[in-house]
């Protein structure tokens, strides 16, 4: 029977195999957090105190694990749907702050029209309302990649609102905060932008590429308006006579690309036949077209079947 000892080196060696495989940035988070731990364990004199917390960690993982590589058809859907965050945040960020406008349609649009839509009946349905096929689309294929990737959730979300209000047209969002004076708002989205190049830019080649640009845009909007920023919370306005807190006419707030998601009425316009879209240039060629695509789940499975 093999060892303690012997169990948390054969961890190691596996986990280590696993992180070679590139696995999504919070599977490879709990992966390395899971080696230096087993690797702490066979540095102590006693390796059993430890042994009921590696045993739950490698229950987390294997679960964790299950759930990403559930079958073929998740573990593509998740990939591509990572990527797909990944270019659109790279087009959303260059137009914020390099001034680089960026329409949005196909299976993005979809999937902040869906984020939208969850807002709007997060705030009017009743709380036990039967789960739904869009609910479902919108766990599968925003929530999940979107934590899976390790970014912002809420700053993400709040830019598809905001790309789904407009019906996917360009607009610069950094502007209206700054249109909008909340201070507050604006020192959130800098510091939250800032992290997603920083995160991005070791995972994508695209990204790293556009994120001097970036980060230059990020830096210029910073010195204009703030004379020191640590967080939401902590800053200094670079001009006297800035308003901290504008008044109600003007709040923006977080809640400025949810007031426009409640407006939004309806679906956007489907590209026309023949347009290239977004998603079929960056991601299928020009040959088909990414928004006739399902967002294929388990539920569209049943249904096929």
Same mark, same amino acid.
């Given at each position: 029977?093999?060892?303690?000892?012997?169990?948390?080196?054969?961890?190691?060696?596996?986990?280590?195999?696993?992180?070679?495989?590139?696995?999504?940035? &919070?599977?490879?988070?709990? #992966?390395?957090?899971? @080696?230096? +731990?087993? /690797?702490?364990? !066979?540095? =102590?004199?006693?390796?059993?105190?430890?042994?009921?917390?590696?045993?739950?960690?490698?229950?987390?993982?294997?679960?964790?694990?299950?759930?990403?590589?559930?079958?073929? &058809?998740?573990?593509?859907? #998740?990939?591509?749907? @990572?990527? +797909?965050? /990944?270019?659109? !945040?790279? =087009?959303?960020?260059?137009?914020?702050?390099?001034?680089?406008?960026?329409?949005?349609?196909?299976?993005?649009?979809?999937?902040?029209?869906?984020?939208?839509?969850?807002?709007?009946?997060?705030?009017?349905?009743?709380?036990?309302?039967?789960?739904?096929?869009?609910?479902?689309?919108?766990?599968?294929?925003?929530?999940?990649?979107?934590?899976?990737?390790?970014?912002?959730?809420?700053?993400?979300?709040?830019?598809?609102?905001?790309?789904?209000?407009?019906?996917?047209?360009?607009?610069?969002?950094?502007?209206?905060?700054?249109?909008?004076?909340?201070?507050?708002?604006?020192?959130?989205?800098?510091?939250?932008?800032?992290?997603?190049?920083?995160?991005?830019?070791?995972?994508?080649?695209?990204?790293?590429?556009?994120?001097?640009?970036?980060?230059?845009?990020?830096?210029?909007?910073?010195?204009?308006?703030?004379?020191?920023?640590?967080?939401?919370?902590?800053?200094?306005?670079?001009?006297?006579?800035?308003?901290?807190?504008?008044?109600?006419?003007?709040?923006?707030?977080?809640?400025?690309?949810?007031?426009?998601?409640?407006?939004?009425?309806?679906?956007?316009?489907?590209?026309?036949?023949?347009?290239?879209?977004?998603?079929?240039?960056?991601?299928?060629?020009?040959?088909?077209?990414?928004?006739?695509?399902?967002?294929?789940?388990?539920?569209?499975?049943?249904?096929?079947?």
């Amino acid at each position: 029977m093999a060892t303690a000892h012997e169990i948390a080196l054969a961890r190691i060696v596996n986990f280590a195999f696993l992180l070679g495989l590139n696995p999504a940035p &919070l599977l490879e988070e709990q #992966l390395s957090h899971a @080696i230096v +731990l087993h /690797q702490q364990a !066979l540095e =102590s004199r006693d390796i059993n105190p430890f042994i009921q917390d590696l045993d739950a960690l490698h229950a987390q993982i294997e679960e964790h694990w299950a759930r990403v590589h559930a079958d073929m &058809l998740s573990t593509a859907s #998740l990939l591509w749907d @990572i990527d +797909l965050f /990944q270019r659109f !945040l790279h =087009s959303k960020l260059l137009e914020d702050y390099a001034n680089e406008p960026f329409a949005v349609s196909g299976r993005m649009l979809r999937l902040a029209e869906s984020t939208a839509e969850q807002e709007k009946r997060r705030l009017t349905a009743p709380t036990n309302e039967e789960t739904t096929t869009l609910d479902q689309e919108y766990r599968e294929h925003v929530v999940f990649p979107l934590e899976e990737s390790k970014l912002d959730r809420d700053c993400v979300e709040n830019k598809l609102r905001a790309v789904a209000a407009r019906q996917g047209r360009p607009g610069n969002d950094i502007q209206l905060l700054i249109d909008a004076c909340d201070w507050a708002k604006l020192a959130a989205v800098l510091l939250s932008d800032r992290d997603i190049v920083i995160n991005l830019t070791q995972r994508s080649q695209t990204f790293a590429e556009a994120s001097d640009k970036i980060l230059t845009g990020i830096n210029r909007v910073q010195n204009k308006y703030f004379a020191s920023l640590s967080s939401p919370s902590m800053f200094t306005l670079a001009r006297p006579g800035y308003q901290t807190s504008p008044s109600p006419r003007r709040s923006f707030g977080w809640g400025i690309y949810d007031v426009i998601a409640r407006g939004l009425k309806g679906n956007s316009p489907s590209s026309t036949v023949g347009t290239p879209s977004y998603d079929r240039e960056l991601l299928l060629g020009e040959g088909v077209s990414a928004q006739n695509l399902p967002l294929l789940t388990k539920v569209n499975l049943k249904k096929m079947e």
